[in-house]
């Protein structure tokens, strides 16, 4: 009987994942695809440093001798960065194969210019496992695009960052303890600068701009800040207020600009984000007919991305077609909103008439009113002083509190 023939390029934590699952679970794919799916050649860039998987499989670090396999059908992409994948899969897509990729760096910058061109040569192009791992959150959105218009995004996009932030919090290990148990969850990148500086949040979330409303805000104009700069101190004190950090990334569109932020933020006990803990993504979508969802599930790792990538595959050949729908969002709430001031009380004097102390949680720690342009000049006012968006519902715990 013939075969599905895949190319897997990358053979780390996402590529062997890919292995081992159509490996585990050979028949139902067999079942579901009518035949069997065979891993015919993988690409890595060193190869001193693997187990070659099968003697059947062609184990290369030339690009050029994937191309020159007969009967290939699809290419996976599990490698690091924009190239070489996105001119590895402009090739594989020229040649007239399926591709499926995990790498949202690349398909954050190229995705656009590689629909284009597998839509001209009636091929398809699955890309779930780039945003929020083994979370469904791709074909939800292409599923409900057909019948109601999003209005907004709000999202832990970042397993890793919600893994730190989580584990300092309850386990009490440094940030850099942490880190470290986050690379060998394989959950960090290589380089996991990406993950903690917001970097990766902000690829996924331009990932689901494209998707959503067919267009990317411009990279200059997006707030993006990572956890690094979070305090154990800080997490303490916003427990003991009830409150968590949580990294999040928010997009929506008004007129013809959308736009997104990525950044930590606090949220309260009520907020559908506060139960979110450890590698866990969670992905809340306001649309006007449904209302919201909210998603959920491990953002990373090994199997959850095999999961994503598999569901892709089972997808391919199933089309669907999604005009862009959308309408603005509008949230006057936005314009005046609390927040969590690490400052200083003599700090807050200059600003009495226009931030609100609502409560002082700690002794450096108060809780605010204020528009987001007047935060903005406390900031530069004090460029060392930390400050984080407060989200859900706060009741104030002291009757009255003065600068
Ligand atoms: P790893 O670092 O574990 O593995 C990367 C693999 O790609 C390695 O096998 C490496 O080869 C190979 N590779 C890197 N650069 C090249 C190159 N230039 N040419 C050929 N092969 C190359 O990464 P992950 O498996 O964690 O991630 C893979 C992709 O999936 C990334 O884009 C990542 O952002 C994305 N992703 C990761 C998730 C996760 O949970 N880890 C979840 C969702 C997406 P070698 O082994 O020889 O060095
Ligand atoms: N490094 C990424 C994360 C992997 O921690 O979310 C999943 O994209």
């Known amino acids: 009987m013939s075969s599905i023939n895949i190319a897997l390029l990358g053979y780390g934590t996402v590529g062997k994942g890919v ?14 695809l009518g035949k069997p799916v065979k891993v015919v050649a993988i690409l890595v860039q060193d190869k001193t440093k693997h187990i070659i998987p099968s003697k059947e499989v062609l184990f290369t670090t030339n690009f050029d001798e994937i191309t ?37 760096e690349m398909f954050a910058f190229h995705g656009s210019e590689l629909q284009s061109q597998a839509k001209k040569k009636g091929v398809s192009i699955g890309f779930e496992a780039t945003v929020a791992g083994g979370v469904p959150v791709i074909q939800t959105i292409k599923q409900l695009l057909q019948v109601n218009h999003i209005l907004k995004v709000e999202a832990i996009l970042n397993g890793t960052s919600n893994f730190i932030l989580s584990n300092m919090r309850i386990e009490g290990t440094s940030f850099e303890e942490t880190l470290q148990l986050a690379k060998e969850h394989g959950y960090a990148e290589a380089d996991p600068t990406n993950d903690i500086q917001g970097y990766d949040a902000f690829y996924k979330g331009m990932v689901l701009s494209q998707l959503i409303f067919q267009k990317q805000p411009s990279v200059e104009e997006v707030k993006r800040k990572g956890i690094t700069n979070i305090l154990a101190m800080q997490i303490e004190i916003a427990e003991s207020a009830g409150l968590r950090f949580k990294h999040i990334v928010s997009l929506f569109k ?29 992905v809340s979508i306001a649309t006007d007919l449904l209302g919201n969802i909210q998603l959920q599930g491990p953002g990373a790792g090994m199997f959850p991305t095999a999961s994503a990538v598999l569901e892709d595959l089972i997808q391919l050949n199933r089309t ?61 006012a004090y460029p060392d002083i930390e400050y984080y968006a407060l989200k859900g519902p706060y009741e104030s715990k002291v009757a009255t509190v003065s600068v």
């Open 19 to 32: 292995y081992k699952t159509i490996e585990s679970h050979q028949e139902r794919l067999q079942q579901l």
């Open 68 to 104: 020159r396999i007969p009967n290939l059908h699809i290419v996976i992409d599990a490698i690091v960065g924009k190239e070489p994948g996105f001119s590895y899969l402009k090739i594989a897509i020229e040649k007239g194969c399926h591709v499926i990729t995990a790498n949202k």
């Open 320 to 380: 669907s077609i999604v005009e862009p729908s959308f309408k603005e969002w509008t949230d006057s709430s936005e314009t005046s909103a609390k927040w969590v001031l690490f400052c200083d009380t003599y700090q807050l004097v200059a600003f009495q008439e226009t931030i609100h102390v609502v409560d002082r949680i700690h002794k450096k720690a108060v809780v605010v009113e204020s528009k987001d342009e007047v935060i903005a000049s406390f900031q530069s």
């Open 254 to 282: 008004q007129g013809e600009e959308v736009h997104c932020k990525v950044e930590p933020v606090l949220v309260t006990e009520e907020h559908p984000f506060y139960q979110v803990e450890g590698v866990q993504n969670s």
